[in-house]
């Protein structure tokens, strides 16, 4: 069998490892680039989520990678060569608050948010029941709005993505699980079932798989599995125009092009499964009727389920690990929003040893052995 | 203490199952989408409704036999008519919606008997009005006695519809043209099926004749291969599939009508049982992914059965039986279905059974599709109605390498809409296995909902206490 050699081994084809590559095959053309993914196209979280982007965060650091990829996703067709489009629809994002502490902490974000130039504003309950009709009153306080925020479609991304990638010769496999790594020389071997794969560098994005791999080189990182569950509605009249998520009731919702109203619904619990638990509709039902008794109505078409990542302080962790040439790129739940910028960063970092972008100062593997936890305003209302 | 078993399914399986899970004492629950209990094949007209059957007298009698059984039981059963499971769970929990609120069960067994729906061959203009399934076009009949057309092309593969044909024809409606995929000569291969299925070729004969009688225009070896028409359905075009599967060039002819009544065959419902997890497999022929189940209905998981036509058809005289055979083996303690007292128990329903089947094997003879029935759909032929996919985006999906039905989904949305994929994805399956030579793997990921349940309803749950 002949080896298989590679500059970079990019594990993991979602949002993160396809946009991270494809960076890589613009900023240097010719590297020899690989991509695995164990499952099939967009059958990880990339592929399962709320389809959501948006601005409206209260630290500098996710403002700045959201900004930036919103203005990715704003150009994506034109980049990515991709004339049918990736679906952007720019509704806005409407953050909503039902205690006077939530309210407090967008208040908070909403300056730091003027401070980058995001147009967002603050709304009164009233204001955010004008916007949406549907919703209920019942302890709502108020919400902030930001019009620059919305939505694409996952699998158009992740399409267009894996074409350009492969347009740059960059080599994309699906079905193909790494066992094991291992340390070969200066670089690094990759164990698949068809034989080892050699590459100088290994970038692993398998986001809340990410400490298997780093186990079997000694390593471990404090990145648990959040399993989400998430219902589409039937094709319904218009009733939800802007995005909205509750900061208390861990909902978002979105009004898709063709009508069908999705709902995430996430709940404390961890495990790897994405199978439906029997529980969970009749609980998402009640919690999504006291937040919008206008959609009381409206048939559930399907539910599905996907698991993303969660790190100690709710942040995405972009580095370096401690083995030279093994990189990470955890998402921490906002994976497809900030894809392109890490796409950027990391590509700059592994091809270029680029160590500019203050973001991966903040979100280095490292943070965790000596503490320096971060703080989202935005992610820590209970 | 008593079991209890819940019974998905009024049809022959179903019906049968709950007589004899009542006569073993069992607790049972039956949960059908109909008013009336009888399934598609056993369909009953609104109460108020008279006037005559075009079925057969020997089929009547036989429809009439078991609803009148299961009609002498339904005091001692817990039944939901008009009432939708919605979503199984592998930990045996069954959802279920009926008016404006959701129930959870979680009994001792569940007998999933959920029959088959007609296999949808996607073809140029085959969402125009006037064009339906053969078995759709039989329940307009049976259920509200009006004729679905007047002038009416019936065409597929199979004996049903030469039998709908002949129900038209009865019904003083006229047909055009009676087209067939394959002759039923396919049938005389099986000399013994043939035999065991004596008194069910009578009745065929009988509409043979009627067929015959009426000097219907038949083309054997033709398929539809376009509808034309714009509001409503003109007329269509039928060409000759020669024995190298090739849609035969110049064979084309038009014939106008009012209704296209096809039916290509059968697809298993088989959501339910994937969705509790059992292990599942594909056969294109008797439904495309169904159960793996043994001779008592039990699949892989334990407490769950499947009966009838939903664990691969068998016809409504094999669903009986095996409703009966299914409804036994749910009742008694699991370890008990193993035993010898069982099997001499059911002895004579098993014997019965095996000589039903053994005429399905003439049956399947004859709904088997070639490759090439495939090429009638086209490019621009829609495939997925509900998301409004062509032919094209499949094929270039599948071309960029997406071969399994989720990635296909995933890519161009096939599935994704209202009927959850229940009209197109067989079609997919078989339309990619055509395309690249292999069939996907795996269907479709069964997730709930398998009907759409409003929030209000799933809100209002009541759960039965654990037991």
Same mark, same amino acid.
């Given at each position: 069998?002949?080896?298989?050699?590679?500059?970079?081994?990019?594990?993991?084809?979602?949002?993160?490892g396809l946009?991270?590559?494809?960076?890589?095959?613009?900023r240097?053309?010719?590297?020899?680039?690989?991509?695995?993914?164990?499952?099939?196209?967009?059958?990880?979280?990339?592929?399962?989520?709320?389809?959501?982007?948006?601005?409206?965060?209260?630290?500098?650091?996710?403002?700045?990678?959201?900004?930036e990829?919103?203005?990715?996703?704003?150009?994506?067709?034109?980049?990515?060569?991709?004339?049918?489009?990736?679906?952007?629809?720019?509704?806005?994002?409407?953050?909503?608050?039902?205690?006077?502490?939530a309210?407090?902490?967008?208040?908070?974000?909403?300056?730091?948010?003027?401070?980058?130039?995001?147009?967002?504003?603050?709304?009164?309950?009233?204001?955010?029941?004008?916007?949406?009709?549907?919703?209920?009153?019942?302890?709502?306080?108020?919400?902030?709005?930001?019009?620059?925020d919305?939505?694409?479609?996952?699998?158009?991304?992740?399409?267009?993505?894996?074409?350009?990638?492969?347009?740059?010769?960059?080599?994309?496999?699906?079905?193909?699980?790494?066992?094991?790594?291992?340390?070969?020389?200066?670089?690094f071997?990759?164990?698949?079932?068809?034989?080892?794969i050699?590459?100088?560098k290994?970038?692993?994005c398998?986001?809340?798989a990410?400490?298997?791999?780093?186990?079997?080189?000694?390593?471990?990182?404090?990145?648990?599995?959040?399993?989400?569950?998430?219902?589409?509605?039937?094709?319904?009249?218009?009733r939800?125009?802007?995005?909205?998520?509750?900061?208390?009731?861990?909902?978002?919702?979105?009004?898709?092009?063709?009508?069908?109203?999705?709902?995430?619904?996430?709940?404390?619990?961890?495990?790897?499964?994405?199978?439906?638990?029997p529980?969970f509709?009749?609980?998402a039902?009640?919690?999504?009727?006291?937040?919008?008794?206008?959609?009381?109505?409206?048939?559930?078409?399907?539910?599905?389920?996907?698991?993303?990542?969660?790190?100690?302080?709710?942040?995405?962790?972009?580095?370096?690990?401690?083995?030279?040439?093994?990189?990470?790129?955890?998402?921490?739940?906002?994976?497809?929003?900030?894809?392109?910028?890490?796409?950027?960063?990391?590509?700059?970092?592994?091809?270029?040893?680029?160590?500019?972008d203050?973001?991966?100062?903040?979100?280095?593997?490292?943070?965790?052995?000596?503490?320096?936890?971060?703080?989202?305003?935005?992610?820590?209302?209970? | 203490?008593? %079991?209890?078993? /819940?019974?998905? &399914?009024? =049809? !022959?399986?179903?019906?049968?199952? $709950?007589?004899?899970?009542? +006569?073993? #004492?069992?607790?049972?629950?039956?949960?059908?989408?109909?008013?009336?209990?009888?399934?598609?094949?056993?369909?009953?007209?609104?109460p108020?409704?008279?006037?005559?059957?075009?079925?057969?007298?020997?089929?009547?009698?036989?429809?009439?036999?078991l609803?009148?059984?299961?009609?002498?039981?339904?005091?001692?059963?817990?039944?939901?008519?008009?009432?939708?499971?919605y979503?199984?769970?592998?930990?045996g929990?069954?959802?279920?919606?009926?008016?404006?609120?959701?129930?959870?069960?979680?009994?001792?067994?569940?007998?999933?008997?959920?029959?088959?729906?007609?296999?949808a061959?996607?073809?140029?203009?085959?969402?125009?009005?006037?064009?339906?399934?053969?078995?759709?076009?039989?329940?307009?009949?049976?259920?509200?006695?009006?004729?679905?057309? %007047?002038?009416? /092309?019936?065409? &597929?593969? =199979? !004996?049903?519809?030469?039998?709908? $044909?002949?129900?038209?024809? +009865?019904? #003083?409606g006229?047909?055009?043209?009676?087209?067939?995929?394959?002759?039923?000569?396919?049938?005389?291969?099986?000399?013994?099926?043939?035999?065991?299925?004596?008194?069910?070729?009578?009745?065929?004969?009988?509409?043979?004749?009627?067929?015959?009688?009426?000097?219907?225009?038949?083309?054997?070896?033709?398929?539809?291969?376009?509808?034309?028409?714009?509001?409503?359905?003109?007329?269509?075009?039928?060409?000759?599939?020669?024995?190298?599967?090739?849609?035969?060039?110049?064979?084309?002819?038009?014939?106008?009508?009012?209704?296209?009544?096809?039916?290509?065959?059968?697809?298993a419902?088989?959501?339910?049982?994937?969705?509790?997890?059992?292990?599942?497999?594909?056969?294109?022929?008797?439904?495309?992914?169904?159960?793996?189940?043994?001779?008592f209905?039990?699949?892989?998981?334990?407490g769950?059965?499947?009966?009838?036509?939903?664990?691969?058809?068998?016809?409504?005289l094999?669903?009986?039986?095996?409703?009966?055979?299914?409804?036994?083996?749910?009742a008694?303690?699991?370890?008990?279905?193993?035993?010898?007292?069982?099997?001499?128990?059911?002895?004579?329903?098993?014997?019965?059974?095996?000589?039903?089947?053994?005429?399905?094997?003439?049956?399947?003879?004859?709904?088997?599709?070639?490759?090439?029935?495939?090429?009638?759909?086209?490019?621009?032929?829609?495939?997925?109605?509900?998301?409004?996919?062509?032919?094209?985006?499949?094929?270039?999906?599948?071309?960029?390498?997406h071969?399994?039905?989720?990635?296909?989904k995933?890519?161009v949305?096939?599935?994704?809409?209202?009927?959850?994929?229940?009209?197109?994805?067989?079609?997919?399956?078989?339309?990619?296995?055509?395309?690249?030579?292999?069939a996907?793997?795996?269907?479709?990921?069964?997730r709930?909902?398998?009907?759409?349940?409003?929030?209000?309803?799933?809100?209002?749950?009541?759960?039965?206490?654990?037991?």
């Open positions: 069998m002949t080896k298989e050699k590679f500059d970079v081994l990019i594990i993991g084809a979602g949002a993160y946009s991270c590559a494809w960076w890589m095959a613009k240097r053309s010719g590297a020899r680039i690989l991509v695995v993914d164990e499952g099939e196209f967009a059958s990880g979280a990339s592929g399962r989520n709320g389809a959501g982007f948006r601005m409206q965060w209260g630290l500098d650091l996710n403002i700045r990678l959201c900004q990829s919103t203005r990715f996703f704003e150009t994506a067709a034109e980049q990515l060569e991709y004339p049918r489009g990736i679906e952007l629809k720019q509704d806005g994002y409407l953050v909503l608050a039902h205690s006077e502490k309210l407090a902490a967008l208040k908070g974000s909403l300056e730091v948010q003027h401070r980058y130039g995001v147009p967002s504003e603050l709304l009164s309950a009233d204001d955010c029941l004008k916007m949406v009709p549907a919703l209920g009153r019942n302890r709502l306080v108020g919400g902030t709005f930001c019009g620059k919305g939505t694409i479609s996952p699998f158009l991304l992740l399409d267009s993505l894996l074409k350009a990638c492969r347009r740059e010769k960059v080599d994309v496999r699906y079905g193909t699980r790494v066992e094991k790594l291992e340390r070969n020389g200066g670089g071997r990759a164990l698949v079932q068809d034989g080892p050699e590459a100088d290994i970038l692993l398998t986001d809340w990410v400490p298997e791999l780093l186990a079997s080189l000694g390593l471990n990182l404090p990145v648990k599995s959040l399993p989400k569950e998430a219902i589409v509605t039937v094709p319904c009249t218009p939800v125009k802007p995005i909205l998520i509750s900061l208390e009731h861990h909902i978002s919702v979105n009004q898709v092009n063709r009508g069908s109203i999705v709902f995430v619904v996430s709940r404390a619990r961890e495990g790897k499964e994405i199978a439906s638990t529980d509709l009749a609980f039902s009640q919690k999504i009727i006291d937040l919008l008794p206008g959609v009381a109505d409206v048939p559930v078409l399907r539910t599905w389920g996907g698991v993303s990542s969660l790190t100690p302080d709710m942040q995405p962790i972009l580095g370096e690990t401690e083995i030279e040439g093994l990189y990470v790129a955890v998402s921490s739940f906002r994976g497809l929003m900030t894809s392109p910028a890490v796409g950027r960063i990391m590509s700059a970092l592994i091809l270029e040893n680029d160590t500019n203050p973001v991966l100062t903040q979100l280095t593997p490292r943070r965790f052995k000596t503490g320096d936890l971060i703080v989202e305003p935005l992610l820590n209302q209970e | 203490m008593q %079991r209890s078993i /819940v019974i998905i &399914g009024a =049809g !022959p399986a179903g019906m049968a199952a $709950a007589i004899e899970a009542v +006569r073993r #004492g069992c607790r049972v629950t039956v949960i059908d989408e109909g008013p009336r209990p009888g399934g598609q094949i056993y369909r009953q007209p609104h108020a409704l008279h006037g005559e059957d075009f079925a057969e007298p020997s089929e009547l009698a036989r429809k009439h036999r609803i009148d059984g299961f009609q002498a039981v339904i005091d001692r059963i817990d039944y939901r008519a008009e009432a939708n499971v979503a199984v769970f592998p930990n929990e069954i959802h279920l919606a009926q008016g404006d609120r959701t129930e959870v069960l979680r009994p001792d067994a569940m007998i999933i008997a959920t029959g088959v729906r007609e296999q061959i996607p073809f140029p203009g085959w969402t125009i009005p006037g064009v339906m399934f053969a078995g759709g076009a039989q329940s307009i009949l049976k259920a509200q006695r009006v004729l679905p057309g %007047r002038n009416v /092309v019936v065409a &597929g593969c =199979g !004996p049903l519809p030469r039998v709908v $044909a002949a129900q038209i024809l +009865r019904a #003083g006229s047909v055009a043209a009676l087209a067939s995929l394959r002759s039923l000569r396919a049938m005389l291969r099986y000399p013994r099926s043939l035999w065991c299925g004596r008194d069910i070729l009578r009745e065929g004969l009988r509409y043979e004749w009627t067929v015959l009688r009426a000097r219907v225009p038949q083309f054997t070896g033709y398929v539809p291969v376009r509808a034309i028409g714009g509001e409503r359905l003109e007329a269509v075009a039928l060409a000759r599939i020669d024995a190298e599967d090739r849609i035969v060039s110049g064979s084309e002819r038009e014939i106008a009508c009012d209704l296209l009544a096809i039916n290509y065959g059968f697809v419902n088989s959501e339910l049982a994937a969705m509790t997890g059992a292990e599942m497999r594909r056969d294109p022929v008797i439904g495309g992914w169904v159960a793996v189940t043994d001779a209905g039990r699949t892989s998981v334990p769950v059965f499947v009966a009838g036509d939903s664990a691969g058809l068998r016809g409504a094999v669903a009986e039986c095996d409703g009966t055979i299914v409804g036994a083996a749910a008694v303690p699991s370890t008990a279905v193993d035993g010898a007292a069982l099997k001499t128990n059911l002895a004579a329903t098993m014997a019965r059974r095996t000589r039903h089947l053994e005429f399905q094997q003439a049956v399947r003879a004859t709904l088997r599709l070639p490759d090439g029935i495939w090429r009638i759909v086209t490019d621009d032929t829609l495939v997925c109605r509900c998301e409004n996919v062509r032919f094209g985006e499949i094929r270039e999906a599948l071309e960029s390498g071969r399994s039905l989720n990635a296909i995933r890519n949305r096939s599935g994704m809409g209202w009927c959850g994929g229940r009209t197109c994805l067989h079609a997919i399956a078989s339309l990619a296995e055509a395309a690249t030579g292999q996907p793997a795996e269907m479709m990921t069964p709930p909902m398998a009907r759409p349940v409003p929030f209000a309803a799933i809100a209002r749950q009541k759960r039965a206490a654990a037991e």
